[in-house]
């Protein structure tokens, strides 16, 4: 096949394993993605005209008369012509005469044929061609003819089966679709509605199928699982969609491990070929851990820079604002290390941490430099004794030109500022050159025994499940629901992967009179529009529960996407629009009418109040 | 393993195909038909407790220790128990003493734990139990215990699975997710609205993802396909649900030969091995073709009783009723032979049939007995000359004992009398013991050659699409659109099983120009709501076609079942209510107020008339 130097070069591009999102991708990585797998590469060219696709053709093919469809990436002089599908390009001559170009294989035409005609595109359909995101997404079906969405999309499919077969074939699941026209929950604010033909009633759009799947196990369907669709109303929020999808799994007879072995197991096999492994098992950490580690319940971790109690270093310190921190209830010292911060750090980005503590947290940001000569250089460094100094160095692992952000305060709180400018300051870093998160390490981490309940925003004597009502409390804090239900723990477990929350699931209560006892008594919840699941669990419901996994934001993370609108085929924008056919959009009034609704503008609301 | 005789008999059940839906279907069937596959069992028991399910156990694991899971089916003195799960029933035998019971294998029990009590059931799980389907949906998690609804819920499943493996696996199709939150489509009365948070503005929850699916054609993923959710508010329309599941595909460079080439193999691929084979090719009829044999573009092909015309007999015939239709323009003369209708069929049959035919199709019918003696017994015999006698016999090749219904008329309307007539005569005959359908059998039928276009209901002298607007004319009927449109064929194609239509698809208009052409012109649509498509087939969209499977009806003839709902997890009333939640229902008005709609109760609107 002729190539042209350029074309080559694209070519010699695809040996090489993707290393970092900004590099580009090319046609036939999804080939070369099922090439290096153990399975057979399927027929691309089955019932339809074409004998092969343009990516496909090597000197093998010398001699075959072949027949390839694809839209035309260039033409010069009615000559050549390059052919593009979304395996790859290929090189078209046109005969003229009998000039033989140089290269390894040519397609001579024989019969050509103009498929559709083309008006000018609004962009080039060239990976090097920079387009804004809003007239990506007026023209997705163009911005879809790239390689890099062609590989999103298509690794997408190929990952959701390889999971199809883990849970199916292998571990016996059965995939149940379950109805998305429903009845709201309580407290489903975030619902979407739709209007019945009833007068006054209307389905709701579920968040998850979370009822269904517990009916199920309750139904003897043992080993359940689902792409799920789900919807959320959230308004406008970055980088969140209206619908999404997740793998929604429920087994009965299971425990917490029993969950988290199977969906190391599932991500591993279904893990694409061009990545590293995947390493099982993941790493476990309690939510008190983490937060008192990261300041975080989905940390990164990919690099170091944790945390670290300082407190009994001070214990007996003369600087006030130490001495003040400890004195109160949960008081602590806390400090991150910045490796080379001396090195990478400026003044004015220590200025505008140490303001960003301020405005944020209420916190003060005391900053420790270790100079070369491990010196201190801080404004409290007169009032630190030589013990604390060799305590400190020991206990943070300081470094020669590594930077020490020090707070103090209430350890939750200290914490999360900590954590805060822990991921601050790794961005700081990667921008000023050095690699901390590296992007090919995808680095799984199981958070453990969250608290089942939090304080109410809106009244913090009350009391509000942390994750759902359905959540089972930890085994040895059930004592704890009739005594003091804040300190209860339950059996929630979070799969965060490189510092996002990919999944998150619970053994479920499966006793209908601790399930009435939470939501009646602890969480004074209505519970008669629960009533049917209730009344499910009194029939003999097994001990169960699952997990959910969020789908977009995981392929987001395996592509190096930087939105999961880069892993969905038509995806809204953050204001929930779809900006190629413009919805959402009005309606005549008489297709309300068979609903019973009409639209109240605000000037219908004043007209009320003019009543 | 020890079982009670009325036990045993239930598993000797298990080796015999199901032949008809009313015989029960018992546990480990699911089982059975996973053994008779290539393919491994999966594991049942990874991750769990449990070591085996109670179907699992035979003689090879005794002496083993088991772990078992499952709800009590019986219990008899505290000594025995049986267990059951989805896989089967087991007998387990709490040690009294040493006695020993008959029968291949016992589980005694070491240690046993109630896992959860169950309350006084509404109806026991047993297949003998009969109880109403209100009842059954009502208590859903209690019915989906059954067998029968493992066994369809199961099988849905793995035939899913089956598919997907077919489509992505073995011919590179692109498993995509299209959104559910869309525009309105131009006449889309049937769609759900989803009021959004900007005043006025709504989402649709789409029929299908047609416009989506040729998007993604113009995107170059050029094999789509996906299990897609869809919405339709009919109302109460009984076997028909609000939502539903279709395979939906989308090919590039495809002509309607591939497409069903493509869905032979994909139905052959994935049929359940308890089940005869598929054969392919499907036959194919024009739509004129299965109009004039069977008065139905979805006929049943199980059994013969064809229309035959037989206008030719009576061109000289001094009958006054068959002379006056022969005059008329299209005027026929029609048949079906009923075998052995003279001897099942009553009196009181033909007279309802005769009913039937004045009063829905203001037809006269003239029912023809042949005598064992050959003698013609009917009303007219006296005027039926011998040579038109021996010919009737010939054309309609009737035998001894049957019954020839005649009728004539204008051609569509005879036949669609005979077709409804020919299904009627069917059903008498099956209440008498005359096996027609084998309910083993399924017989596929490709229908081609719709018409393009209809005349409009409400409007006759209007046009309006036989099926969708994007359907390709035929190639052969595309001057027709500027002259007679009318008269012009589609590239539309259905594919019917046992008269039911399954899927239905099509090739697409690929030119934008006679895309605007055939909806501004010719169907007086409004384009401006699909100019979003016209523009994006103006950016070179490919040839392409596809087709949609409706899952649901198809699994439902697949099981036997009597109604779709039982192939559904939890499905709808034909009223569109969720029994079970008491859904859809009604939701505050302060729940309303951030989607800017106001519920107008019939009280309101006479307030609007009195204004």
Known sequence: MYFPSWLSQLYRGLSRPIRRTTQPIWGSLYRSLLQ??????????????RTNTCGELRSS???????????????????????????????????????????????????????NACKKLPFEIKN???????????????DLRSFQMQYNLRLRSQMVMKMREYLCNLHGFVDIETPTLFKRTPGGAKEFLVPSREPGKFYSLPQSPQQFKQLLMVGGLDRYFQVARCYRDEGSRPDRQPEFTQIDIEMSFVDQTGIQSLIEGLLQYSWPNDKDPVVVPFPT???????????????????????????????????GFLQ?????????????????????????????????????????????FLNANRNWNSPVANFIMESQRLELIRLMETQEEDVVLLTAGEHNKACSLLGKLRLECADLLETRGVVLRDP??????????????????????????????????????????????????SQ??????????????????????????????????DVKMLSHLLQALDYGAPPHGGIALGLDRLICLVTGSP??????????????????SNTPDSVPPEELKPYHIRVSKPTDSKAERAH
């Open 61 to 115: 093919h010398l001699g075959q008369e072949v027949t390839l469809c694809g839209w035309i990436q260039y033409r010069r002089q009615n000559t050549f012509l390059v052919l593009r599908d979304f395996d790859g390009l290929v090189q078209v001559i046109i005969p003229q005469d009998e000039k033989m170009p140089t290269g390894e294989i040519e397609i001579k035409v024989k019969t050509a044929e103009l498929l």
């Open 440 to 489: 090919t390490l995808f680095s799984f981490l199981w958070v453990v025994d969250f608290p089942l309940f939090l304080p109410k925003e809106e009244n913090p004597r009350e009391l509000e499940s942390a994750h759902h009502p359905f959540t089972a409390p930890h085994p040895s804090d059930i004592h704890l629901l009739y005594t003091e239900p804040k300190k209860a723990r």
């Open 492 to 525: 929630h477990y979070d799969l965060v992967l490189n510092g996002n929350e990919i999944g998150g699931g619970s053994i479920r209560i499966h006793n209908a009179e601790l399930q009435r006892y939470i939501l009646a008594t602890l969480l004074k919840e």
């Open 563 to 580: 939105s999961i609108r880069d892993v969905i085929a038509f995806p809204k924008s953050f204001r929930g629009h779809d900006l190629m």
């Open 36 to 49: 290096s797998s153990q399975r057979r590469i399927p027929e691309f060219s089955s019932f339809v005209v």
């Open 128 to 142: 090097f061609v920079k387009k804004t995101e809003a007239l990506r997404l007026q023209y997705r079906y163009l």
């Open 285 to 319: 950490m309690t939510f008190a851990e983490v937060l008192a580690t990261y300041g975080t319940d989905k940390p990164d971790t990919r690099f170091g820079m944790k945390i670290i109690d300082i407190s009994d270093v001070f214990r007996n310190t003369e600087i």
């Open 324 to 368: 003040d921190a400890l004195s109160k209830p949960h008081g602590t010292v806390k400090a991150i290390c910045i490796p080379e911060g001396a090195k990478y750090l400026k003044r004015k980005d220590i200025e505008s941490i140490r303001n960003f503590a301020a405005d944020h947290f209420n916190q003060e940001i005391l900053p420790v």
